[in-house]
């Protein structure tokens, strides 16, 4: 535990400015987002654990407002793209162009969209596989390959990506492999009836107030470094590994996932929710990681690498449904 302390002690700066922060977060957030704090509050554990995150609701649910806001708060360069059935690759990442110049005609990189801090991918499954495909490299390697040139993207770096329910007209399911880059699906649900009559008095009575940075890039890249040095106890790390294998069927799997699930969780799973819950832990003003913090997390982190098949949607099951099944299955450290 010693070397926890140390940590604490050379660090215990940037972490009482994300505490203190908090508050004051929520406070500019509230000026225009009202109700959808568990949405929130994983946005922030998602940004400051450095990962991606897919929000997930129908339109009109705010999701695009959400995202803009927080970076207007975090002083992060924004920029939105709209995803559409005609939207190529080149439209995202750049494109090379023949450009004059004094010493005669040369091919000149002219950065696409995605070079930016906060990328909002808008309703990103409007659009065909192969331009959703465009995000790979930047997401996971944060950088951009054109004409075998390799551009780095800025840090930090985050694709906030908005999807309509599948199910709606004109979607396209995002590949396995693109939904596992991100670390959180975050659903954006409707709000209770006095939450929405807040809305509406306050969107068509007046202006709304403006938003103040609180913060910029340089803090938020301290914020990432401190919560991966957040201690976790290895039993608790046990805990979330075991969690997303017993999502994946096989002779060892629980008998409600060999019905029901086609495809389960993998190791990326499991690392998404010690990560989340690190930062989880830090913004309660804590620098320890406890078993409560991996199952709140469970939903976000597992709901869009759990695959269900014919039989969950014949029986009525959803994806939550599976996962609360999970937590009750797997039992986690009796400490927290």
Known sequence: MSGA????????????KLREGR??????LGKVIIGQKEATQQLLISLFA???????GAPGLAKTLLVRTLAQVFHLKFQRIQFTPDLMPADITGTEILEETPEGRRMQFVKGAIFANVILADEINRTPPKTQAALLEAMQEHQVTAAGV??????????????????????YPLPEAQLDRFLFNVVVDYLPEDDEVAV??????????DVEPLFDGRDVLEFQDVVRKVPVAEDVVRYAVRLAAASRPGPDAPSFVTDWVTWG??????QSL??????RALLAGRFHVSPDDIRALAHPTLR??????????ADGVTVDGVIDRLLEHVKGPSRS
């Open 200 to 209: 509406v008095q306050q969107t068509t009575s007046r202006k709304p107030e």
């Open 304 to 313: 869009h690498r759990v695959l269900l098949g014919y039989r969950a949607e």
């Open 5 to 16: 302390v140390e940590v604490y002690e050379s660090d215990k700066q940037a972490v009482a």
């Open 50 to 56: 450095g990962g991606h995150c897919l929000i997930t």
């Open 274 to 279: 010690v990560l989340g819950a690190k930062a």
């Open 150 to 171: 390799r551009y780095a993207l800025e840090e930090p770096f985050f694709v906030l990506a908005t999807q309509n329910p599948i199910e709606m007209e004109g979607t």
């Open 23 to 28: 508050a004051r977060i929520e406070r500019e």
């Open 265 to 270: 969780a993998g190791l990326r799973a499991a």
